[in-house]
């Protein structure tokens, strides 16, 4: 079935420093591709998206590439900041056809914090 | 905008209690509703796809008839946990999305759930 893996945390980062939080996958077909943030005390919205290989999401400083060639959708921002402390979700969206289209697979999360 | 809203934010109930929790469109109509549960430091776990007017999917290990789904109108689905007990304690979280075949969910800001 499908899975994801993301690199494990927490990750603690001084403001400024570049940010990489890894994301692997393995599944069926050609799905889409998501990174989703949760701040503290909110929901999960989503930071950006990958539809097809080689597509760079970007949202807010953020980009990932989806490469088929390594089932990856690393997620990385030059330089972050206190505000971008959070939860961040890396998710694979079923293609399949059915039920199962749409249905999100997801890691199991990263905590980043930034200090000042 | 996507607005999803769930209500209530948060409960607590003893056990053997039955508790419904909301989840709403507040801006659109959702053809499609999903039901995931949070646990703590964990990956959001997919527990069932539901559809306006139809029977919810649930996933494999879910039991069906301790958590009620009832999707009634294209703006409101509710998850009813009946008889809970302690090991229900969780984060419920809920999501939208705005068309038949799309890969974008919209989240709630999700519902704890405290069984004493």
């Known amino acids: 079935g499908d899975s994801v893996t993301q690199m494990e945390g927490p990750v603690t980062l001084s403001e400024e420093a570049f940010l990489t939080i890894n994301c692997t996958y393995t599944a069926t077909g050609y799905p889409s591709l998501f990174w989703y943030v949760q701040y503290p005390g909110e929901g999960l919205q989503l930071l950006l998206k990958?539809?097809?290989?080689?597509d760079k999401g970007s949202n807010k400083g953020f980009e990932a590439t989806y490469r088929k060639e390594t089932t990856s959708f690393h997620l990385e921002k030059g330089s972050v900041q206190v505000s971008d402390s959070a939860v961040y979700f890396c998710?694979?969206?079923?293609?399949?056809?059915?039920?199962?289209?749409?249905?999100?697979?997801f890691g199991q999360g990263t905590i980043l914090t930034v200090h000042p | 905008g996507a607005v999803v809203s769930q209500h209530p934010s948060r409960v607590i109930c003893k056990s053997g209690t039955s508790v419904k929790i909301e989840c709403r469109s507040l801006?659109?109509?959702?053809?499609?509703m999903f039901w995931y549960r949070q646990f703590p430091k964990k990956s959001l776990m997919l527990m069932a796809t539901s559809n306006e007017g139809s029977k919810a999917t649930y996933e494999q290990g879910v039991e069906k008839d301790k958590f009620l789904i009832n999707h009634a109108s294209l703006t409101l689905s509710t998850l009813t946990v009946t008889s809970a007990h302690p090991e229900d304690s969780s984060f419920y979280i809920c999501s939208a999305t705005k068309a038949v075949a799309t890969d974008t969910q919209y989240f709630g800001p999700g519902t704890r759930l405290t069984v004493l």
């Open positions: 998710a694979l969206g079923s293609n399949a056809g059915g039920t199962s289209y749409g249905k999100l697979t």
């Open positions: 801006d659109f109509q959702a053809t499609t």
């Open positions: 990958a539809t097809k290989a080689d």
